[in-house]
Nanobody
Framework: QEQLVESGGGVVHPGDSLRLSCASP????????VTWFRQVPGKEREFVAS????????GYAASVKGRFAVSRDNDKNVVYLQMNNLRLEDTAVYHC?????????????????WGQGPQVTVSS
């Protein structure tokens, strides 16, 4: 199964910024919708942001809208999540996921390929 590879996590303070990257070992990432989810222990995986294959359409969870920005560079086969003005409640493991078919954006079960996820910790 194709795996996605994320990078860019870390420990930051409230108000800081981080950029996560999601890459694929195969050149199929530009063909499909990619979504970022996040998860904290004991809770379900939560939708964060999505970007359509062309990159012109994005969607965000209300909790991150205006602070996070999803983008993609299809020439480099990479999707990014720019996270600004981070808050304590943004602490989570962040996963990128690739949807080959058509389905509900916010439903993890609709996605075909996943990355392991970098830890993002926002701590004062």
């Amino acid at each position: 199964q194709e795996q996605l590879v994320e990078s860019g996590g870390g420990v930051v303070h409230p108000g800081d910024s981080l950029r996560l990257s999601c890459a694929s070992p195969r050149p199929t990432l530009p063909l499909h919708l990619v979504t970022w989810f996040r998860q904290v222990p004991g809770k379900e995986r939560e939708f964060v942001a999505s970007i359509a294959r062309g990159g012109t359409a994005q969607g965000y969870a209300a909790s991150v809208k205006g602070r996070f920005a999803v983008s993609r560079d299809n020439d480099k086969n990479v999707v990014y999540l720019q996270m600004n003005n981070l808050r304590l409640e943004d602490t989570a493991v962040y996963h990128c996921a690739q949807m080959v078919g058509v389905g509900s954006l916010s439903s993890p079960s609709e996605y075909d390929y996943w990355g392991q996820g970098p830890q993002v910790t926002v701590s004062s």
